[in-house]
């Protein structure tokens, strides 16, 4: 296996402006990661295409996001981002530091501050140009990931692992579990929401904690030539939200 040193960071300017009354795009929210990711390598993605947003998604979803205009070209945006990670990741671990969020947003519907799913996006794309043939996805965020699981669930090609937490240790010999029985993946994606921390949302795991599940990722990842790769999702106690993100990629690098 191919040792890889470092995580490379997709990011984009524009992942900064806030084009919504939420949440996850609340003003200082992305700048607190990109502060904490000093010394990381950064690359700029492009917007998504047309086609590759329609892959996973229905014509009147697509219609309904481009109502606004703005909305639209954040979300393609950070479609873009979550492709150009899952394409680096085939010869390097990545993080696509983007937003809006994905993991809401199903074939029909959206919501959750989630326009288009990011994370279906770029396994599609990935399967489609038969760079891979199997993904595991494993969705970290306090929330269920009903739009990822709508998109890809049921499928041969797609094994979806959506963590619920029910206690810190409980956690991560839960993750441990779950990633010992998956089986033949190319590539792993973490769809990597971090409202679980102890004094965000979910109140539970801890800034190593965050730690210890980019490491068990890591390991799962020895079975597919260390491809691994991780998409923003959630993630709303700003004053931390970079140090749990740093921790995470030194334990997924
Ligand atoms: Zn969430």
Redesign the pocket.
């Known amino acids: 296996m191919v040792e890889w040193v470092g995580v490379k960071i997709v990011f984009h300017e524009k992942y900064k402006l806030v084009y919504a009354y939420d949440p996850a795009a609340k003003a200082g929210r992305i700048e607190s990661i990109v502060e904490a990711l000093e010394g990381y390598e950064f690359v700029t993605p492009e917007p998504a295409a047309a086609d590759d947003i329609s892959s996973v998604h229905s014509q009147s979803l697509i219609d309904s996001v481009k109502r606004s205009q703005f909305v639209f070209e954040m979300a393609s945006l950070a479609a873009g981002g979550a492709i150009m990670t899952g394409e680096l990741a085939l010869n390097e671990p990545a993080f696509g530091l983007i937003r809006p969020?994905g993991?809401h947003a199903g074939r029909h519907f959206n919501g959750?501050f989630c326009f288009f799913n990011n994370m279906a996006i770029a396994v599609q794309k990935l399967i489609l140009e038969k760079k891979i043939d199997k993904a595991l996805i494993v969705d970290i965020?306090?929330?269920y990931g009903n739009g990822t699981d709508d998109i890809l669930s049921g499928r041969g090609d797609i094994v979806f692992l959506n963590m619920v937490c029910q206690g810190r240790q409980d956690y991560l010999s839960q993750l441990q579990e779950s990633l010992a029985l998956s089986k033949g993946y190319d590539i792993v994606g973490v769809s990597a929401?971090f409202?679980t921390y102890e004094k965000d949302?979910g109140r539970s795991l801890k800034t190593e904690d965050y730690h210890a599940i980019g490491n068990l990722i890591k390991e799962a990842a020895t079975s597919c030539r260390g491809r691994r790769f991780a998409l923003l999702?959630?993630?709303y106690y700003i004053a931390d939200l970079g140090k749990n993100v740093r921790s995470f990629l030194e334990g997924l690098e």
């Open positions: 969020p993991h959750g965020d306090l929330h929401g409202d949302w999702e959630g993630g």
